[in-house]
């Protein structure tokens, strides 16, 4: 019993230890892509066409001149803003030549995170727009959503092509210049931290240590209630 007892401590210990050190490589993932992250934001903006890679360009600026598509909008839906539920309104802007770029114009709300009047949320149908590109991939179930706006839970180029009758642009622009409809909010970008993966790690060596110390007392320790006749 008291074997077992220092194999299993052993034994959960390596199990925390592996998982500790897992931690610390998403850590490293993590600051390694805020440096790309904080290196590409840092770059002079890009101009885009329909044969631009997308693995170079995502969170890259841009500027880009075209006419908005407010006949084919896309709502990203379930995107809470300081607690508030809403939606994301994507609209495509028509560039020269025909092809179009998806551009999140911002933050709307909406009680059910679904549904907005998009008539409140108008603005000059052409113009100038600044943004950062992202690659936005998701799982997203449209099925047979007739007509527009369509519901999704992300705005992924790839898989709303069909529902275009001009070609997309891989990746989405999230405007950052501010839009001249004082109700939509901008979106934020995603926040540049380490996340929680160091105290993850430091939570998962602690628990191996006690693992580890326990099953040493436990093997250390004497059996009681042994009875040695004289």
């Given at each position: 019993?008291?074997?077992?007892?220092?194999?299993?401590?052993?034994?959960?210990?390596?199990?925390?230890?592996?998982?500790?050190m897992?931690?610390?490589?998403?850590?490293?993932?993590?600051?390694?892509?805020?440096?790309?992250?904080?290196?590409?934001i840092?770059?002079?903006?890009?101009?885009?066409?329909?044969?631009?890679?997308?693995?170079?360009?995502?969170y890259?600026l841009?500027?880009?001149?075209?006419?908005?598509?407010?006949?084919?909008q896309?709502?990203?839906?379930?995107?809470?803003?300081?607690?508030?539920?809403?939606?994301?309104?994507?609209?495509?802007?028509?560039?020269?030549?025909?092809?179009?770029?998806?551009?999140?114009?911002?933050?709307?709300?909406s009680?059910?995170?679904?549904t907005?009047?998009?008539?409140?949320?108008?603005?000059?149908?052409?113009?100038?727009?600044?943004?950062?590109l992202?690659?936005?991939?998701?799982?997203?179930?449209?099925?047979?959503?007739?007509?527009?706006?369509?519901?999704?839970?992300?705005?992924?180029?790839a898989?709303?092509?069909t529902?275009?009758?001009?070609?997309?642009?891989?990746l989405?622009?999230?405007?950052?210049?501010?839009?001249?409809?004082?109700?939509?909010?901008?979106?934020?970008l995603?926040?540049?931290?380490?996340?929680?993966?160091?105290?993850?790690?430091?939570q998962?060596?602690?628990?191996?240590?006690?693992?580890?110390?326990?099953?040493?007392?436990?093997?250390?320790?004497?059996?009681?209630?042994?009875?040695?006749m004289?």
């Amino acid at each position: 019993m008291r074997f077992a007892a220092l194999v299993i401590g052993l034994l959960v210990a390596a199990v925390c230890a592996r998982l500790g050190m897992w931690q610390l490589d998403r850590l490293e993932q993590r600051r390694k892509l805020n440096a790309l992250v904080e290196s590409r934001i840092a770059e002079p903006p890009v101009e885009i066409g329909a044969q631009s890679p997308t693995d170079a360009l995502h969170y890259r600026l841009t500027t880009v001149h075209g006419a908005f598509d407010f006949e084919r909008q896309v709502l990203v839906v379930a995107r809470s803003y300081q607690g508030v539920p809403g939606v994301h309104i994507v609209t495509p802007l028509i560039m020269a030549g025909g092809s179009a770029a998806l551009v999140e114009r911002g933050w709307a709300p909406s009680p059910d995170g679904s549904t907005v009047d998009l008539a409140g949320y108008v603005e000059p149908d052409s113009g100038r727009v600044e943004g950062v590109l992202r690659v936005s991939a998701g799982d997203d179930n449209l099925g047979a959503e007739p007509g527009w706006p369509l519901h999704v839970r992300s705005a992924d180029p790839a898989q709303l092509a069909t529902r275009f009758p001009y070609p997309l642009f891989p990746l989405v622009i999230r405007r950052t210049s501010r839009s001249t409809n004082a109700e939509l909010r901008p979106i934020p970008l995603p926040q540049l931290t380490n996340g929680p993966h160091l105290s993850y790690a430091v939570q998962w060596f602690t628990f191996g240590t006690i693992a580890v110390v326990g099953g040493v007392i436990l093997f250390l320790r004497k059996p009681s209630g042994v009875n040695h006749m004289s």
